[in-house]
């Protein structure tokens, strides 16, 4: 601001920029729809629309320029909420072929939404391993241990990897995940007990991912205790037990990658499978 220009005369940012300032603030989601190409050369091209997902049920900021327009980019951009796609194109007429001036139009959908996060329960070598890894790819991470020697700031140079001395597990671990949107949550403690505490203070959360380090047998029990402390089935199988993709890690290292490649793998709606395989049929 000049030293000239009150703060009355300081203009305001337009609501779609308010919009997507709004949403990264709340930690929702939205989609901003862009008309990037009309028929005719409409000059309406450029225009936004902003839809806001979770928590505030697809209200809508701005306009392509036709009602019955946005009301079926709208009802586009809820379905692709629903999904993991961040950014696509879609003519018109791929998703309301009934809007018969629009049917050529292209449009522009992009998912907003904060950096993804990884809450970490365990800040051993595994854990540790895992949250440089996922700074490392752009995620904001957070490493939580009841040992304070292990979540010291003089082990860790990355400045995205939030350190949690834990008093209680399962109140660390509450506050980390929040409501849990938006957020993976890898647990590789030491022990069953410390496993139990995690995962028992976040089952019942909608967090994206959720994996428990051991072989089948550890994880079998610890799950079966959940279960009979009346945790939901449908909870239950979302939990990737033992966690990870299979991709023969010895090293905690390698078992790390394997958990991160699984936690993308989910992200993405990937198969974890090789890419070459086809080859090979």
Not at 120 to 129: F, L, M, Q
Not at 134 to 145: F, N, P, V
Not at 230 to 243: F, I, T, Y
Request: with cysteine; glycine share 8%; aromatic share 4%.
């Amino acid at each position: 601001m000049s030293p000239s220009e009150s703060p009355e005369s300081k203009p305001e940012a337009d609501p779609i920029t308010s919009g997507i300032l709004q949403t990264l603030e709340d930690g929702s989601i939205a989609i901003v729809a862009t008309l990037i190409e009309a028929a005719n050369g409409d000059a309406r091209v450029g225009a936004k629309l902003l839809i806001r997902g979770f928590p505030v049920d697809n209200k809508t900021v701005g306009s392509l320029g036709n009602r019955d327009l946005d009301q079926a980019v709208a009802a586009q951009a809820a379905r692709l909420l629903e999904s993991n796609v961040e950014t696509r194109v879609f003519q018109v007429k791929d998703f309301a072929p009934s809007l018969s001036d629009w049917r050529e139009a292209r449009i522009l959908f992009e998912r907003i939404q904060r950096e993804p996060r990884l809450v970490i329960c365990g800040a051993g070598h595994v854990g540790a391993s895992l949250a440089s890894i996922a700074s490392l790819m752009g995620y904001r991470a957070t490493l939580i241990d009841d040992r304070a020697e292990f979540v010291n700031p003089e082990l860790f140079r990355e400045k995205n990897i939030e350190l949690v001395s834990a008093e209680k597990w399962s109140e660390a671990v509450t506050a980390a995940v929040g409501d849990g949107h938006g957020v993976s949550m890898a647990i590789v403690t030491r022990g069953h007990s410390e496993d139990e505490q995690c995962l028992r203070a976040i089952i019942a959360t909608d967090v994206d991912y959720i994996g428990l380090i051991g072989s089948k047998r550890r994880t079998n029990i610890v799950l079966q205790r959940l279960r009979e402390e009346g945790a939901a089935e449908d909870r239950l199988k979302k939990v990737h037990a033992p966690v990870g993709l299979d991709i023969g890690a010895i090293t905690p290292e390698e078992v790390a990658l394997a958990i991160m490649a699984e936690i993308v793998a989910v992200r993405r709606g990937g198969e974890g499978g090789s890419l070459s395989a086809w080859r090979r049929q």
